[in-house]
């Protein structure tokens, strides 16, 4: 479930889907080990779906970096401070842009190159974001939640659903 909060930011509530390496299941809800769209190797963040089908889509632009047997875990959140990055009105209102956010990334972090996704993160995070609402690039109609900060003060929560 998603509502407004304030000008620029929602409310986040539902269960949303994780794939994680088995062997790591024990720290699921401790975020991504290597970059990503949304983050450098040393800023911890949490990569979500909001659908099973979700985390299908977006596995397709990792195939080649993942073990062959991931495992679906299931995730509570309750967020605050959560930008959708699919209102085109509220992008330029918070002076970032989707084509930024979703331009290529993985070549320039091998090249040790800064993608433009990092610079949206960082624009959000200057405006208060705890955390961004991102459209799937191989679902238009499927969307993901990454998380900037979560489980401490001020700070979405997050508990996996045994």
């Given amino acids: 479930m998603i509502s407004k909060s304030t000008d620029l930011f ?8 994780r ?5 790591y299941l024990g720290s699921s809800l401790s975020g991504s080990r290597r970059p990503g769209r949304y983050s450098n ?3 911890p963040t949490l990569y979500l779906s ?11 632009a990792h195939a080649h970096e993942r073990v062959e047997h ?3 875990i299931q995730v509570s959140v309750r967020a605050r401070h959560v930008f959708d990055l699919r209102d085109e009105r509220l992008c330029t209102l918070a002076g970032v842009s989707l084509n930024d956010a979703t331009a290529p990334w993985q070549d320039l972090v091998a090249e040790g190159k800064r993608p433009s996704s990092w610079d949206v993160r960082d624009r959000l ?9 991102d459209p799937s690039r ?5 969307w993901h939640l ?6 401490k003060d001020g700070a979405p929560k997050v508990q996996q659903i045994e």
């Fill in 10 to 17: 929602s409310v986040v509530e539902g269960v949303f889907y």
């Fill in 19 to 23: 794939a994680v390496d088995p062997t």
């Fill in 41 to 43: 190797a040393d800023q």
């Fill in 50 to 60: 909001s659908s099973p089908e979700g985390v299908e889509a977006a596995m397709k």
């Fill in 70 to 72: 991931l495992q679906l």
């Fill in 125 to 133: 995070i200057s405006l208060g974001a705890k955390g961004l609402i």
């Fill in 138 to 142: 191989k679902a238009p109609s499927l």
């Fill in 146 to 151: 990454v998380l900037f900060e979560w489980n």
